[in-house]
């Protein structure tokens, strides 16, 4: 059973201006700065010039993020819905409340995490953000995660997977991608071309953040079997393989592995 969580945010609802006109290493890596983040939150809350902003059908609040501003895990989802412009909060529909679940099983305090969109508004009638918008949010968003500092940054579904990470063009669904160590863009983070191993358990060695994709709820919710090589058999894997990360990267604030992997699942 799931208990309702009071949580931060930072939202507002604009007029636009158009219409106007193993045991771990331990590395030393720079703490973030809640005063820059603070900062950030403000501005992306005050923006009013986004593409969507004149669009009637468009949501009419920025939603910006919920969760913690000292996470060490950042999940980044593509879109607010029509729930989340409402409560103007990210993943607070059905989908949300998986996520929760899940981060909760894997012993990921879901109030210890770092949740946003790649896009801030809600698109018209709930499509797919288009083109202009990523690009116009994008930077924004990377401001974020240079702000947060995270170790690991989850990849909720292929358009936040294809906005931050290399090679995830149309040609390699998220099915394919989904699990794996991705290597991010070079605006994102920067590692060795040999710090990357197919399958590792371990994320790369570094103080960048570590990129893994997960299959997004609300697909999990159109596809409930839990048999082996199911959606969600297969995202309670990458879970753990995101929580035993976190024991690596984060031992301070993980310092148990969590749920561990049978012997097929570090392969």
Known sequence: ?????????????????????????????????GAELEELHA?????????ACDDPNAGRRIVVYRGSTNAKLMIVGEAPGANEDQLGKPFVGRSG?????????????????????VVKRRPPDNRDPTPDEIKFWRPLLL???????????L??????????????DTEKRITYLRGRWLK?????????????EPGAVTPPDSCSPALMAIFHPAYLLRNQSKEAGSPKALTWRDIR??????????????????????????T
């Open 1 to 33: 059973m799931w208990r309702v969580r009071t949580w931060r945010l930072v939202t507002t609802t604009t007029t636009c201006s158009r219409r106007r006109g193993v045991t771990p290493r331990v590395r030393t890596c720079a703490s973030n700065s």
């Open 43 to 51: 501005r992306i809350a005050s923006l009013d010039n986004d593409p």
């Open 97 to 117: 409340q998986l996520l929760d679940q899940i981060l909760s099983a894997a012993s990921i305090n879901p109030e210890d995490t770092y949740v946003t969109n």
């Open 143 to 153: 401001d974020q995660i240079r702000a947060l500092k995270p170790a690991i940054i």
């Open 155 to 168: 990849l909720v579904g292929r358009i936040a997977m294809s906005t931050l990470a290399l090679d995830t």
């Open 184 to 196: 991010p863009r070079e605006d994102v983070a920067t590692y060795d071309e040999d710090a990357f």
């Open 241 to 266: 393989v995101v929580r035993h990360a976190l024991h690596i990267r984060a031992p301070e604030m993980y310092p148990n592995e969590g749920p561990m992997l049978a012997p097929d699942d570090r």
